[in-house]
């Protein structure tokens, strides 16, 4: 099971038949595998990572540390709740530290990123401070490097 | 040409892990520039004794039985130059790495090839080896996990060698250098026979494993004669390997075993890949157990190796090498390097497909 995560992991598009042949199991047992996996949950979906820049979309990112007051009974989650039902927020982790949200946002500009943290985010009842920061560039990103991918760099050599 | 797929490179496709280059720039700025001792840094003799023993418990003391070379390929040169006469005759079981014989004859002795048989899994046995047993007999040289095929020695097959070379007093020089890249068991280490460590030149290296081709870094493991006939050798030819290498070796056996384990991992599944290909295709491979190179048959396509070899690369664009590079014995053979990425192989695999169908 393990085994199928990490090359599924690494090419979500990689046929059943390769990994069959990679995992020598019978295409069967791999189709029931990944069904169950996608079933409990453990596989939550298949993403494409987009190099956006090369794409000329304009699309600013910005990390937002919040502050919280928790609750009775629920503590952060009924906050991280309200926070993350909202389309523009991408990530929502609980951090330990000096804050405890981290929210990581994605606008069409500063503009509208700020309005939405000051006008959406710092308004929920709980949240007591947010902290923006705008991401400038991205070099590496689930694994994976974003630009200078390192080329085959072998030559010829004999024996 | 265009879009060539290479299956015929012998290196790895990985670059060598960063927490390994990291530590030779640090060794770089903190200005390790020198010379090292003849035998090789202390701090990576150590750390190649200990791993030893905590490989395969057998004690080499870093002082007298270590020697650190410029790759195996230095190693091997100066243990067989150290070791023969003229005249000298050594077994060398084929196809087997083209360097053996050719660094035999350089070393004033006569290379004697054993043919290695498909059906035994290009396994070598004490009843192949007997017959080309001579007076002038000094040593055999094997190479398991083996290049071109893929084959490796369980530790009874180990052991009857060890056995016929006790018989007949011969050195065994073991050439383990795609030892961690053993997918079926663990690699037994032909010094860790009982017996054995003093009798054989155990060779190993950090190209393979630790993807570190390009720093030429390897060892020579054997008892305090030899390996100190071996350094006066190295130490008039060579000095010392160089101390940027031997830096990030001491790194690699630290703390590189993780990131190994991962390309071994990898280079796993290639293989189990490449090895369903080829079955599906029809072309007979026994599973190769070690190194990254399946050795598939091609008879079945009326051609001979060279020919296969040379009308896939000029039609589909694929390139392997022919069996015969390694030895009369690779006849009717292709060696197919799976040290690329998944999705070339695949390609690889359509191509070789294609190639076979326009045949018929």
Redesign the interface.
């Given at each position: 099971m393990k085994e199928i995560l990490e090359i599924l992991e690494k090419n979500a598009r990689i046929s059943i038949g390769e990994i069959a042949a990679m995992l020598q199991k019978s295409e069967y047992e791999i189709e029931n595998e990944i069904r169950r996996l996608e079933k409990e949950k453990i596989i939550l979906s298949y993403n494409t990572l987009i190099n956006r820049e090369l794409l000329g979309e304009d699309i600013v990112t910005a990390i937002i540390e919040i502050n919280l007051t928790p609750q009775r009974e629920v503590g952060f989650d009924a906050i991280a709740e309200k926070i993350y039902r909202f389309d523009e927020v991408r990530t929502v982790y609980l951090m330990s530290g000096n804050f405890d949200l981290l929210v990581i946002i994605e606008g069409k500009s500063l503009k509208e990123i700020s309005h939405f943290v000051a006008t959406r985010l710092a308004t929920i009842e709980g949240v007591t401070q947010t902290r923006s920061h705008f991401m400038l560039k991205a070099y590496k990103k689930d694994g994976i490097t974003i630009e200078n991918e390192e080329e085959d760099r072998r030559q010829v050599i004999s024996p | 040409m265009q879009d060539v797929i290479s299956l015929g490179?012998?290196?790895p496709?990985f670059?060598t892990p960063w927490s390994i280059r990291e530590s030779c720039v640090y060794g770089l700025e903190r200005g390790y520039t020198s010379y090292t001792a003849n035998r090789g840094m202390p701090e990576l003799r150590n750390e190649i004794s200990r791993h030893f023993v905590r490989r395969h418990e057998v004690e080499y003391n870093p002082d007298t039985e270590i020697l650190v070379t410029v790759g195996v390929s230095e190693a091997l040169d100066i243990a067989l130059r150290a070791i023969i006469n003229p005249g000298d005759e050594v077994l060398i079981p084929e196809p087997c790495?083209?360097?053996y014989q050719a660094c035999t004859t350089f070393a004033g002795g006569v290379p004697v090839p054993v043919p290695a048989k498909i059906e035994n899994e290009f396994r070598i046995t004490p009843e192949e080896l007997q017959p080309f047993l001579t007076t002038k007999t000094k040593a055999i040289l094997i190479g398991y996990p083996n290049n071109p095929t893929g084959a490796i020695m369980e530790r009874e097959d180990l052991q009857k060698i060890a056995d016929f070379a006790e018989q007949n007093d011969l050195i065994v020089i073991s050439d383990e250098i795609y030892g961690d890249l053993t997918y079926k068991g663990v690699h037994e280490c032909f010094a860790a026979l009982p017996k054995m460590k003093d009798r054989t030149i155990l060779l190993n290296g950090f190209s393979k494993a630790y993807a570190m081709t390009g720093w030429r870094i390897g060892y020579a493991l054997g008892n305090p004669d030899v390996i100190g006939a071996m350094t006066k050798i190295h130490q008039y030819t060579m000095l010392c390997a160089p101390i940027t290498a031997q830096l990030a070796a001491v790194e690699a056996l630290r703390h590189g075993e993780k990131y190994m384990k991962k390309m071994v991992?990898e280079y796993d599944?290639?293989r189990?890949?490449i090895?369903?290909?080829f079955k599906k295709l029809g072309m007979d491979s026994f599973e190769p157990g070690g190194a990254f190179y399946i050795f598939p048959n091609i008879t079945s396509s009326g051609l001979t190796s060279e020919e296969f070899a040379e009308k896939l690369i000029m039609s589909e664009h694929v390139a392997l090498v022919p069996g015969t590079?390694f030895g009369k014995s690779g006849a009717g053979h292709v060696r197919c390097s799976y040290a690329t990425g998944?999705?070339k192989i695949?390609e690889a695999l359509k191509r070789i497909e294609h190639f076979l169908t326009k045949l018929h």
């Open positions: - | 490179v012998g290196e496709d670059v790495y083209v360097s991992a599944r290639r189990k890949l090895y369903d290909g590079a998944i999705e695949s």
